[in-house]
């Protein structure tokens, strides 16, 4: 595909996921790849290409004489980071950020206590490093700096797990964390008391101190929802 028809794709896929997300095409809605062509002006491989990609998020199925049919919201791939981004992207975003956060919740103090017993020394100084990173940019708003910062942390700490089914979750809480910054559900700098329990983290997983890394985990998680409540309620 060349560059130019790359771009068709990806505007074109992004158009209609943002549109399937927000519910402007409710389930059971009836797409025609003719009439999809003809709005994007693009061609009819174009449109199949990007049904495909759809279909394998499980937001449409295609069937012979029917069409392109949206697919009911529990039959998604709700952990698609493409589906999270364009789920965060509609109004139902507080509802989205607070389903995501309470996952992080359930999982990332587990992977944070398995972290600690497994991390080898390269992961930890990775980890102290993006702490020392997210101090840092914690002030003078810069947010972006900081968000490359922290998804890199929570990263290192699934990874670390040693749990492979933890460190696919990498994506996901990427995009939480993404979601949460570029849609503005962030202080304009990031609560010193979250910075304090990342330092303080990546330092109980260098101590092999299980117990600590998993509840500071906890408390971060906490902290996110609260922030929930008071900008995004």
């Not at 109004?91 to 944070?112: C, N, W, Y």
């Not at 910062?149 to 460190?167: C, K, Q, T």
């Not at 990031?190 to 109980?204: C, I, K, N, Q, S």
Request: hydrophobic share 45%.
């Amino acid at each position: 595909m060349t560059t130019q028809g790359q771009g068709l794709h990806t505007h074109v896929l992004d158009t209609l996921g943002l549109e399937i997300a927000a519910g402007e095409f409710p389930p059971g809605s009836v797409l025609r790849t003719d009439e999809l062509a003809q709005r994007f002006e693009v061609s009819r491989t174009v449109v199949r290409e990007v049904v495909r990609v759809l279909e394998s998020m499980h937001l449409v199925e295609s069937r012979r004489r029917v069409g392109v049919t949206v697919r009911p919201t529990e039959a998604w791939n709700v952990y698609d980071p493409q589906v999270i981004r364009w789920r965060l992207a509609g109004s139902d975003r507080p509802r989205q950020l607070r389903s995501l956060t309470v996952l992080r919740s359930a999982i990332e103090p587990v992977a944070a206590g398995l972290a600690a017993t497994n991390a080898t020394p390269e992961q930890c100084a990775a980890l102290t490093e993006c702490a020392l990173g997210m101090v840092a940019t914690s002030r003078g708003q810069q947010l972006e700096g900081y968000l490359r910062h922290d998804i890199a942390f929570h990263r290192i700490v699934l990874n670390a797990s040693g749990n492979e089914m933890f460190a696919r979750l990498g994506d996901v809480v990427a995009e939480v964390l993404a979601g949460r910054t570029h849609h503005q559900v962030m202080f304009e700098d990031p609560d010193p008391a979250a910075v304090t329990l990342h330092v303080r983290l990546a330092e109980a997983v260098r101590e092999a101190d299980a117990e600590a890394a998993e509840r500071l985990t906890k408390e971060i998680a906490l902290g996110a929802l609260h922030e929930l409540d008071v900008l995004a309620p």
